[in-house]
């Protein structure tokens, strides 16, 4: 697969409303993500970075940080001897790509859930196996996007320890154009021009959003 940089902004709506957003970008071998979700009284913030091995695409170390955590937390493949197939789970987008690439197959992986204590340390003698993959579901559909016009896309699902985690679809460009998260949580790819609701934009975002956003939590300090 030839790997390419990317920026990404996705707006996460619910009941037709902006509830969040997320930014990813991937630039020299490293893939940054920055995610802020309103619910209750604060908003959910956490940041991921995952740098790969130039070689082989494969991650090397992720540091991570939500708001559940006083510092970041960092994940090392080869000291803690994780396989080559393992991903943490903020770095998804990167196995969703290897299966956009190859949708006659399901990719299989060991998913990493970065809050977890397990995650940290070294696995032992015998590493787990996979217990996650995504893999193309049906044929080609449409897909109405907010105000905008119907899609033809390519559905992906996303599964971990039996659990369907998140749907995927894909445009003819080979673009993630909108994902289900369920709990009715679904982000859209803004789009490259105006749309009529302005709940998929980046307008109006206040300024502590935008500023964790564009530093994470570095601009929290």
């Given at each position: ?214 530093r994470g939590f570095a601009g929290a300090?």
């Amino acid at each position: 697969m030839q790997e390419r940089n990317f920026e990404h902004w996705e707006v996460l709506v619910r009941d037709d409303r902006r509830v969040g957003v997320r930014y990813r970008a991937r630039s020299s071998h490293a893939l940054l993500t920055r995610l802020i979700i309103n619910q209750g009284e604060r908003p959910y913030r956490a940041e991921s970075r995952v740098h790969l091995e130039p070689r082989t695409g494969s991650w090397e170390m992720a540091w991570f940080r939500d708001d559940t955590m006083p510092d970041m937390v960092l994940l090392r493949r080869r000291l803690q001897k994780l396989p080559v197939d393992s991903m943490p789970s903020f770095a998804d987008h990167l196995v969703l790509l290897r299966a956009i690439e190859n949708s006659a197959k399901e990719i299989r992986y060991l998913r990493l859930n970065e809050t977890s204590a397990e995650a940290q340390v070294p696995v032992g003698s015998k590493p787990p196996s996979a217990n996650a993959g995504i893999v193309r579901v049906g044929e080609e559909e449409l897909l109405q996007v907010p105000c905008g016009p119907a899609l033809k896309t390519q559905r992906f699902e996303a599964w971990a320890d039996g659990m369907l985690v998140a749907t995927h679809w894909v445009d003819e460009r080979s673009e993630v154009v909108c994902s289900n998260w369920g709990s009715a949580l679904t982000s859209y790819q803004i789009p490259e021009v105006t749309s009529g609701a302005d709940w998929v934009s980046l307008n109006g975002l206040d300024s502590d959003t935008i500023d964790f956003l564009s530093r994470g939590f570095a601009g929290a300090l």
